[in-house]
């Protein structure tokens, strides 16, 4: 994919028409209209049984859409193209518990490739694991089980992240780091998609707002 | 040839499907019914008893037909498992989930009536021969495939995982069937032959025919009714299923 | 009439696979009405819960 | 290694279900062995994805834009090597504990070196097709059978044959012949089988 010309905006990133997704014949989210561009975050609300984790699990191609249409990076969720560029960090953060950190990040790297100049020791480091790299994940808490997922978030070379409640189970640096990293994948140019009940110290660049009804 | 497109397609969709099914069940029923009854009356009055077996050939008229659409029935299954899980159309998912647990009556029908048939000519219940063995593995062909079926909680899921699976059986079972033909000539287990192709007399035939072309018919009529059902659950949330309810239409 | 039933000494192997046929049939038809009977109460349960309110949503 | 484990402790409880004589045990040691084996890959199967399903790893795995077919190929490598492999060491002593002939040893041996890469790649099939259910260790069992019973009648049939002193080379070419047609095909029917499972 080329690089496009300064002038214009950034390019799309999901472009969603129409958006719905039914279980069993029973809605589990309506029809949803929105579109994220490069450098933006958008933020899904919603209460508990909204439909937030199976949006997030649509964008990335885990599931079929019902209704509408929707693609990723101009292509359709789960397609190779899509799959390359798009990274989901769910309730489960797919850590394998008996590696080390450093292994799980290698595991990650394995399968996205790795973001130019990310380095494993570097970001662990940034995460606030320093010295937890060849720590077993099984030993970790749960605050730094996050930490590790969100530092294979910043190692692999993804632009669009797709994040289930980022914020849970972190304490108020934690909540900081999850700002942080937002706010330098918006500046180099790739977009993000958050969840949150009742967004709480919520990034401030927020620019596009995704509500669910119940 | 556009005129049956039009017609598959309408068929595809649920309610035109469920009224079409409710249309022609009783039909499907009554020559059921209607040939059972000749096919009886020609297998177990008019037919002479058979030289060599003496009237336990009779358990034919029910053996060979079970026998039969044990397979008919997995190979209509078979193709509506593949329709679903390529094209993935509901209507697919249907008729082949539903067909399981019909086939497998007609297995476990050829596994009993074949035992006891087996009792008077080979003196035991059971051997170890090639038919009755492959029918035992299709018998538990079908009960994997129910079983999938009913593991999940989302019935299109499990439609499509057993759809999944009953493709692979259909690719297993001739597989299955020359490995246990291959497996018993090399133990040089009983031979016995049911009856050498020629050696059927007319009066023997037309009742067999009968037979098996009523439970085509049977398996016709199940099959639109274990159907409705099923599309009446699984449209739940729609519309026409509320109507239905609403209507008169509740028996039947 | 006895002759018939006796079917030449191998009653106790014809009939019971009769019986097997129609019995097992009759218990997949049996299956099917009693389904169709648990659905149809199950449907209309959620009916009178809905009330007269119709749901927006128009079906496919 | 809980599934070698339960291997010795099936064959070790034919002959005191069987008695000790060495004739008769002898003449079943091949059925027996290939049996136990298959059981005891039966028992590690149901654990293939539950991990990975449990701790979100197969998602991740889904989810990248590594072909899904090549990381199941891995997959059912990894499960042979540490499952079947050890298994396939104990199994000729278990042969001889039971009394095989010695001459026997090297067919049962190639068979089961045919055989439990076969059942690896097909039984991986179907657990990917139950990954989506909850646990199924004996629905797993019967949707296994059908596809077992040619694998255990073509391996068993040749080391019966070369009990008997017969050729014992055709039911292992066809083994042999599944096997290279399983390793091309089963990656893909898995990857298919893992996305309808998971699939809504």
């Known amino acids: 994919m080329s690089p496009p010309p300064a002038t214009s905006s950034p390019p799309l990133m999901i472009e969603a028409r129409a958006l719905g997704f039914t279980r069993r014949d029973e809605d ?6 929105f579109a994220l561009r490069g450098g933006e975050i958008g933020l899904i609300e919603g209460d508990n049984g909204s439909g937030k984790t199976t949006l997030l699990r649509v964008l990335a191609g885990l599931l079929r859409p019902g209704t509408g249409t929707v693609q990723v990076l101009g292509a359709q969720p ?33 399968l996205y490739g790795r973001a130019a100049d990310a380095n494993p020791d570097a ?26 997922a969100l530092a294979r978030l910043a190692l692999l070379p993804a632009r669009l992240w797709l994040l289930d409640e980022p914020y849970a189970n972190l304490d108020r640096h934690g909540i900081a780091l999850v700002n942080d990293l937002l706010a330098q ?12 009940h009742g967004a709480v110290n919520f990034h401030q660049g927020v620019t596009c707002t995704v509500r669910l009804a119940a | 040839m556009n005129a049956f497109k039009l017609w598959y397609h309408k068929l595809g969709s649920p309610p035109y499907f469920y009224v079409f099914a409710g249309y022609i069940q009783p039909w499907l029923w009554t020559i059921a019914i209607v040939l059972a009854l000749l096919g009886l009356y020609g297998g177990l009055v008019l037919a002479p008893p058979d030289a060599l077996q003496g009237d336990a050939f009779r358990i034919i008229f029910v053996h060979v037909p079970a026998a039969w659409m044990s397979l008919f029935v997995y190979g209509v299954m078979a193709v509506s498992a593949f329709i679903a899980v390529i094209w993935r159309p509901k209507m697919a998912e249907v008729l082949a989930m539903e067909s399981a647990p019909i086939g497998a009556a007609f297995t476990l029908i050829a596994l009993i009536t074949g035992s006891l048939w087996g009792k008077p000519m080979w003196g035991t219940y059971w051997t170890w021969d090639a038919r009755l063995t492959s029918e035992l593995v299709l018998f538990f062909i079908y009960l994997g495939i129910i079983g999938l079926y009913h593991a999940f909680d989302d019935p299109r899921q499990g439609a499509r995982a057993a759809s999944f699976l009953a493709m692979i059986g259909a690719v297993n079972l001739p597989i299955v069937h020359y490995s246990v033909v291959w497996w018993n000539t090399l133990h040089q287990g009983t031979t016995v032959r049911y009856f050498g192709p020629s050696s059927i007399a007319p009066s023997m035939l037309w009742p067999l025919l009968l037979m098996t072309i009523a439970a085509k018919f049977y398996y016709g009529a199940s099959l639109m009714g274990r159907s409705r059902v099923a599309l009446l659950d699984r449209e739940r949330g729609k519309d026409w299923v509320a109507d239905e309810v609403r209507g008169g239409d509740v028996h039947g | 009439m006895d002759r018939f039933l006796a079917m030449g000494g191998f009653a106790m192997y014809v009939w019971p696979a009769y019986a097997a046929f129609f019995v097992i049939l009759a218990g997949d038809v049996l299956a099917t009405v009693l389904r169709r009977r648990r659905v149809l109460r199950e449907l209309r349960g959620r009916l009178a819960r809905q009330g007269p309110r119709r749901r927006p949503r128009t079906s496919a | 290694m809980l599934p070698v484990l339960y291997a010795i402790i099936v064959a070790t409880l034919f002959p005191f279900a069987l008695g000790p004589e060495h004739a008769l045990l002898a ?20 654990n293939v994805f539950r991990g990975d399903l449990d701790d979100g790893a197969l998602e991740q795995m889904l989810l990248s834009p590594q072909p899904l077919s090549v990381l199941l190929a891995a997959r059912m490598l990894a499960y042979w090597l540490v499952t079947a492999l050890p298994l396939l060491l104990v199994a000729p002593i278990l042969a001889y504990m039971l009394g ?27 657990t990917a097709l139950t990954a989506g259910t909850r646990r ?26 070369a009990q008997q002193g017969l050729p014992w080379i055709a039911p292992l070419a066809w083994l042999a012949a599944a096997l290279a047609l399983a390793l091309v095909l089963a990656p893909l029917a898995c990857a298919t089988a893992l996305r309808i499972a998971l699939d809504t």
């Open chain 1, 28 to 33: 589990v989210f309506g029809p949803l209209d």
């Open chain 1, 78 to 110: 789960g397609s190779e193209e899509a799959r390359a560029s798009t990274i989901i960090m769910g309730h489960l953060l797919g850590l394998k518990a008996d590696l080390s950190a450093l292994e799980n990040l290698r595991i990650g790297m394995g």
């Open chain 1, 123 to 148: 970001i662990l480091a940034r995460v606030g694991l320093d010295g937890y790299a060849n720590e077993a994940v099984r030993d970790l808490s749960a605050g730094q089980k996050k930490r590790v």
């Open chain 1, 185 to 196: 994948h918006a500046a180099a140019g790739g977009a993000a998609l958050v969840t949150s």
């Open chain 4, 27 to 46: 003449r079943i040691a091949g059925g027996v062995v290939l049996v136990t084996v298959l059981l005891a890959m039966l028992l590690a199967l149901d």
């Open chain 4, 100 to 126: 095989l002939q010695p001459a026997v040893q090297p067919v049962l041996l190639l068979a089961l070196l045919l055989a439990t890469p076969l059942l690896a790649l097909l039984g991986i099939v179907l």
């Open chain 4, 136 to 161: 199924s260790g004996m629905l797993l069992s019967l949707m296994l059978l059908p596809l077992a019973v040619p694998i255990v009648i073509f391996a068993a049939g040749a080391v019966g044959a």
